[in-house]
């Protein structure tokens, strides 16, 4: 009878460490973009055309590193970084593809260009504007300790 709940109960750990994925910058560099107008805006957006990899991941629940942004901590905008603020998207050094937007019922309390894990659920968004390419809802964030 042990034998067979630790077998039950090593089971179970192994489901639930398969239940989120491991996401790197790598498979969200799976995607190219191209100029598309929104008349709506008046102006043009970059496109993106996602790649097979990267869509793998839609719908599931994923882990990814990177640095915490607050852009707009009132307005509740946080966002995932694949480099620290100075040399990130909004500074023009890299593309949407390397920020992910972040999606907190309770939002942390952590300072620009801390260094977190992530963990939520991968949503793909190729046309709401208002929005990142790349969204993570249901967030739960972890401080990474060096």
Request: net charge negative; charged share 25%.
């Amino acid at each position: 009878m042990k034998y067979r709940f630790i077998l039950i109960l090593s089971i179970l750990s192994i489901s639930v460490g398969w239940s989120q994925k491991e996401m790197t910058w790598e498979d969200l560099a799976d995607v190219t973009f191209t100029e598309k107008y929104f008349p709506e805006y008046g102006q043009f957006f970059l496109y993106p055309k996602f790649g097979d990899l990267v869509k793998t991941f839609e719908g599931e629940t994923v882990k990814i590193k990177g640095y915490f942004l607050n852009i707009s901590p009132q307005d509740k905008l946080f966002i995932l970084s694949k480099s620290p603020w100075a040399s990130c998207f909004f500074c023009g050094m890299a593309g949407p593809e390397t920020a992910v937007e972040l999606q907190f019922d309770d939002p942390p309390r952590f300072k620009t260009d801390d260094i977190v894990t992530i963990t939520g659920k991968f949503v793909i968004n190729p046309d709401d504007v208002m929005h990142f390419n790349y969204i993570l809802v249901d967030c739960k964030a972890e401080k990474v300790v060096n």
